[in-house]
């Protein structure tokens, strides 16, 4: 696994770094478990399963910072941390980046996103001016309390402006300082291309792989053909568990009881296997008074 203290030079290898999505403690020890390099901490996500809402800006930054704060304490792997649009203004960006710095955050993601933002994959988004979230991208280089944390850049603008200005804010957000660009919502594997081919590989580049959104789902090998240093699978984590919990609530209130499911899930010894319950009640046991 990847040292969090470290992830900057990670991404300047020529492999790719595969992140899935998280959305609490539980599902991020299951991906360092499964030995990924890295995890992201979305924000839909968080929206998803903390308020059973949609990704249109309800989630707080104190929301995220909680989370995130839960989630480091149980692992030990870089967390990117969807930052939204820093919830607010380039003095908002700046604590944002100190909140969630203290909070155990790798790296962080800003987007150029007007407020209320939305899913990158939804319609009817709007950008703010470019030179305004080139500020912000400077104001959180200015904020991180250490170099080696991560600052992300994303522009939305494929959606509002096209394709060719989608590049050009990349461009200016990578000169305001940006470790890594992230150009959201391509249409077309040949636009994932012309991504590379226009902003280079001196600045890592950031894929998004969402089951049914815009962007085609394309295998991590291929992406790292084309260039990409980094790509996440934000979502699909609670896709998966909410198809489980739906037919799982089915089956209950249909049979009364759990029995025909009882192969796909977990029984009590077997959650707690994956919790590591016998190790941390035998490590209590040696704090014990023994006088």
């Known amino acids: 696994m990847t040292d969090p203290s470290d992830f900057r030079a990670r991404l300047h290898r020529k492999s790719i770094v595969v992140a899935p999505g998280i959305y609490d403690a539980l599902t991020a020890s299951m991906v360092e478990a499964a030995g990924f390099e890295a995890c992201y901490l979305s924000g839909a996500a968080i929206a998803y399963t903390k308020l059973g809402r949609p990704d249109i800006g309800l989630v707080s930054m104190a929301e995220v910072a909680d989370t995130l704060a839960h989630i480091r304490e149980r692992v030990a792997l870089p967390i990117v941390v969807d930052a939204d649009t820093g919830f607010g203004n380039a003095l908002n960006v700046q604590r944002t980046v100190r909140v969630f710095e203290r909070a155990g955050a790798t790296a962080l993601q800003l987007e150029d996103q007007t407020f209320p933002k939305r899913c990158g994959h939804l319609a009817d988004k709007g950008v703010i001016p470019a030179h305004e979230m080139a500020g912000k991208i400077r104001a959180a280089v200015d904020a991180r309390a250490s170099e080696k944390t991560v600052i992300i850049a ?41 991504v590379v081919d226009a902003c280079g590989t001196s600045v890592p580049l950031m894929a998004n792989m969402v089951e049914g959104g815009v962007t085609p789902i394309v295998p991590a090998h291929e992406l790292e053909a084309i260039g990409f240093s980094f790509v996440i699978f934000p979502g699909g984590i609670v896709r998966a568990i909410a198809k489980a919990a739906q037919d799982f609530y089915g089956i209950l209130k249909r049979d009364g009881t759990t029995d025909a499911y009882r192969d796909r899930m977990f029984d009590f010894a077997g959650i707690n296997a994956l919790l590591g319950t016998a190790a941390i009640l035998e490590r209590g046991k040696t704090y014990e008074d023994k006088a």
């Open 154 to 194: 994303r522009t939305d603008a494929v959606a509002v402006e096209g394709f060719e200005r989608a590049i050009e804010r990349a461009h200016l957000y990578a000169q305001a300082g940006a470790d890594m660009l992230f150009i959201e919502a391509p249409k077309t594997r040949e636009e994932l291309k012309r």
